[in-house]
């Protein structure tokens, strides 16, 4: 049994080891500098590509396990039904590249050709204000979100390039390297844990417990000499009686010492008071009104007290009981050694099979200190891989966080253009030959070139956005997806394949293997910070009860009942020791405290010595104001005023201190009178435990050592069951280890493939963007370009253009004309009718005039000699004239179209 109890608490402290992680670094932030709804939206993205189903429906992970080879797998249909949405996906993306670089060249072509928008209009369209506007406000909203998604780009770059530099630690590189010195910093820990347990644990429910209790044993046995008074009463209360007699000696060396200088300072006081009582009557022979002499002497006399000499003396005597108490704690300890020395010899036996058990236990801890060292020394060469990783990784992050730079500056170089288009769309004049050089028609050159380099960039920019996701969504599908929000329950899929494929209940369970064991359930127990024995279900592994079963312990502990026993007799109370209570007992009870009191409660003087001084300073004074004056008289009342003075001061305010100090003193005396009854008592219990003890010595040893054998018992299978309890529940907590794992997942997964994915999620939402931004700008750029604006005139006659007594009603243009008017021939207007009556002077006859043209009223109007007008009518108040535009010179001409 206790080969299996070493074996078990080695295999304990192995799975903490094994199984056991120390404490890592704190949880990574999944929203580094607000990322996290990017994030989100790629994961919901990706989502919906995957279809519903898991992969290992479609392909067989165990086999793949068990072969470590993918190639393995016969039958791929089935994965590439699961990836039809990354296939589609990619397909679009390959569709993409191909097109847009020949849609470009189609454009190209076109607008050389003056279609696509390439053909200028200088004239507006009655729609074109709306169209204007319209397109404007949409192609500044879509180039907004496309400006949301390379700010994002950028950031996604930034934590990448972050992530692979590893600074401060705080990288994917530095997270691994924090869970592996994690780990090894807990494998010592659990090792230097495990030590201390197995140098207390088992030796301290067995050999020192039991060993301890031996001691005590004799000690209880000797001091339990009556059941009424607790294990040191009777020797402690000698000690207070010895403690109270030296206080009592103390009070009464200080009553001597306070009685003699009282009765010297009271003689020194009174002598004084003499000397000035005669100075005054000599000096007030002729009279002073108000001197009394009997004033001037003292009433307490301390001289007549005694100074309890003689009860000093005996209180001094009885000093000596320190002695008999020694001689009484040797013949305790003697008693205690002899039932002590018995009491071991029965108890050798199990102290020796302690002995064989702290041993085993010992060889067993220095072969699991071996094992730790073994296991350890791999660690260093695991530390130099990630040192050259890291290395690695922050040499070539470089130049993929500068290739990353030039690809979202080039997203951002197509959303700046658009941006200055419109900016200059809605700012600048209209195009001219007089506007300045910030007019919409630069605007539309900017917006050309943005769609311009959007033919050339989108599918080289595709290409960099397709293949990040071939890489990336994969990932976070197949992988990621399952370890985040740090979910166990959601790697429930995959237990089956690494179960079987690991084969891990062969390599854990050699005894059986649960039947619910699974990885996910260990995940979620560790992350409830359960125990290692709860987690993995040691329970079928190794048996507590067997293992802890003490009825060994048990038979070699009832054996002490058995004992037989001599111890002498003991003296507890001497004859020598109680004379000397009774002395001390005595010695107070022959005071007369009374005596003391009334003579403390008497005044120091007859008068109080301010007011004597006050009187004698007045007689000096009646004197001094008489016209016959004797200065001598004045001075020698002064000089007693100030005697009467200074003896207050520094004569009767100390002897008034020290009466006070002598009443205390004498009241603390007259306390201890009391302790007569306490010290009778002390000597009968102390009489009677003798007695006892030495009548029934044996029978209460014997009884005392069943009560520790029962004792022994109880708190060995208490201490049993509390660690059964504590390897059960709370030894090598797990909750580090399911820290680990989505510690190392998260250093992946949230610091490496949440930014990849990040950026190609981003530039596939630009290009997204990008093609109807292109569409947009280029309606936009029709617009920006035309020179004039809309006027309605000329579109909308009304009545002052063409009433009158004689209304014209003859068109201003043919019906042939599709420009302007009427583009098929109506009842109103029949084909072939044309306007005779309008027409250029300088063109032939019957054929339709040309629509109005400013730049024709431009050619006149500095012409000496305009064109004439039409002067069938009286149009004059009907065509005011028209207003210049640029502040020049009136013109007196106008024409109607």
């Known amino acids: 049994m206790t080969v299996q109890y070493t074996l078990f608490v080695i295999f304990i402290t192995l799975l903490s080891i094994k199984y056991g992680f120390g404490q890592t670094q704190s949880k990574i932030d999944e929203n580094q500098m607000g990322m996290s709804v990017l994030y989100d939206m790629v994961n919901i993205f990706l989502g919906d590509v995957v279809h519903t189903a898991e992969s290992t429906s479609y392909i067989n992970l165990t086999v793949i396990i068990e072969d470590k080879d993918i190639s393995s797998i016969k039958d791929w249909k089935p994965l590439l039904k699961y990836l039809i949405g990354f296939s589609v996906c990619v397909a679009i993306g390959i569709v993409f590249i191909v097109v847009m670089p020949i849609s470009g060249l189609i454009f190209c072509f076109c607008r050389c050709c003056g279609r696509c928008g390439g053909k200028q209009k200088s004239n507006e369209s009655k729609q074109s204000k709306c169209k204007r506007r319209a397109f404007c406000s949409i192609l500044l909203i879509l180039n907004t979100v496309a400006l949301a998604g390379v700010i994002c780009a950028f950031v996604c770059n930034s934590l990448l390039y972050k992530s692979l530099q590893n600074e401060d630690g705080q990288g994917s590189i530095g997270h691994i390297t924090g869970a592996f010195k994690g780990l090894e910093r807990f494998i010592n820990d659990s090792v230097s844990v495990s030590k201390k347990k197995q140098k207390k644990t088992p030796n301290s429910l067995y050999e020192h417990y039991v060993t301890s209790k031996f001691d005590e044993t004799s000690q209880h046995i000797v001091k339990r000499v009556n059941g009424k008074y607790s294990r040191t009463t009777l020797i402690l209360n000698i000690k207070f009686i010895g403690s109270k007699a030296n206080e009592t000696r103390d009070k009464l060396e200080d009553v001597k010492m306070l009685l003699t200088n009282l009765s010297m300072e009271g003689t020194e006081l009174s002598n004084n008071l003499t000397d000035i009582r005669d100075q005054i009557a000599s000096a007030c022979a002729s009279g002073c009104s108000g001197f009394n002499a009997s004033q001037y002497q003292t009433q307490a006399n301390f001289s007549s007290l005694g100074l309890l000499t003689e009860e000093a003396n005996k209180v001094q005597k009885s000093l000596d009981m320190s002695i008999y108490i020694s001689e009484a704690k040797k013949q305790l300890d003697s008693a205690k050694a002899d039932a002590y020395n018995q009491v071991k010899k029965t108890s050798e036996e199990a102290a020796d099979a302690i002995t064989k058990v702290k041993k085993s236990i010992d060889d067993g801890m220095n072969e699991l200190i071996t094992e730790k060292d073994k296991l350890l020394k791999y660690v260093p060469s695991y530390y130099d891989t990630l040192n050259d990783v890291d290395k690695y990784a922050r040499d070539y992050s470089r130049y993929a966080y500068y290739a ?149 312990f048990k038979n070699e502990i009832d054996k002490l009942k058995e004992l037989s026993l001599n111890i002498q007799n003991i003296t507890i109370i001497s004859p020598a020791l109680k004379n000397d209570l009774r002395n001390f007992t005595s010695a107070l009870t022959t005071v007369n405290f009374n005596q003391y009191f009334d003579e403390l409660e008497k005044n120091m003087t007859a008068a109080l010595l301010p007011e004597l001084a006050a009187a004698v300073q007045g007689f000096a004074t009646q004197e001094n104001q008489k016209p016959s004056r004797n200065l001598t008289k004045i001075v020698i009342l002064n000089t007693c005023a100030e005697r009467l003075r200074l003896l207050d001061n520094s004569t009767l305010a100390p002897m008034k201190i020290k009466a006070s100090n002598l009443s205390d003193t004498l009241h603390g005396l007259q306390t201890k009178t009391t302790l007569k009854t306490h010290v009778d008592d002390l000597i009968g219990n102390l009489t009677a435990a003798q007695n006892n003890f030495n009548a029934n010595k ?197 024409y109607p179209y």
Not at 497 to 507: D, I
Not at 703 to 720: G, H, Q, V
């Open 698 to 894: 044996t029978r209460l040893i014997m009884a005392k050592i069943a009560d520790l054998s029962n004792a022994i018992l109880t708190e060995i299978s208490d201490n049993i069951d509390e660690v059964k309890k504590e390897i059960r529940e709370n030894m090598a907590r797990c909750e580090p280890l399911s820290s680990a794992v989505y510690m190392l997942t998260d250093s992946i997964c949230v610091l490496a493939i949440n930014p990849l994915n990040g950026m190609w999620f981003s530039f596939g939402w630009c290009l997204v963007f990008f093609v109807p931004c292109l569409i947009f700008a280029v309606l936009l750029t029709g617009q920006y370009r035309r020179e004039h604006r809309y006027e309605k005139e000329f579109d909308d006659p009304n009545f002052l253009m063409y009433g009158g007594p004689s209304q014209d009603t003859i068109p201003l243009t043919s019906v042939d004309q599709t420009d302007r008017g009427h583009s098929s021939p109506s009842p109103r207007y029949p084909a072939g009718m044309s306007n005779a009556g309008y027409h250029h002077e300088y063109k032939r006859e019957n054929l339709s005039p040309p629509p109005y043209d400013d730049r024709m009223h431009r050619m006149h109007r500095d012409d000496a000699n305009p064109p004439p007008k039409y002067r069938a009518h009286d149009l004059s108040t009907a065509y005011p004239p028209m207003e210049p535009r640029d502040g020049s010179r009136a013109k007196n001409y106008s």
């Open 404 to 552: 990353g730079i030039g690809i979202c500056c080039a997203y951002l170089l197509i959303v700046a253009l658009y941006y200055f288009g419109i900016l200059f769309g809605l700012c600048g004049e209209r195009p001219g030959d007089d506007a300045p050089c910030c007019n919409t028609g630069t605007g539309s050159n900017f917006l050309m070139a943005g769609v311009g380099f959007t033919f050339i960039f989108s599918w080289i920019l595709m290409i960099v956005c397709t293949v990040l996701f071939a890489v990336g969504g994969p990932v976070y599908t197949e992988g990621c997806k399952y370890f985040e929000n740090h979910q166990p329950s959601r790697l429930k899929i995959f237990d089956d394949s690494l179960v079987n494929g690991l084969k891990l209940k062969e390599k854990i369970y050699t005894k059986g293997a649960p039947p619910n064991f699974s990885i996910a359930n260990i995940l979620e127990q560790c992350q409830k910070n359960e125990a290692i024995y709860k987690a993995l279900q040691l329970d079928y592994l190794v048996d507590l009860d067997s293992i802890t079963n003490i009825t060994v």
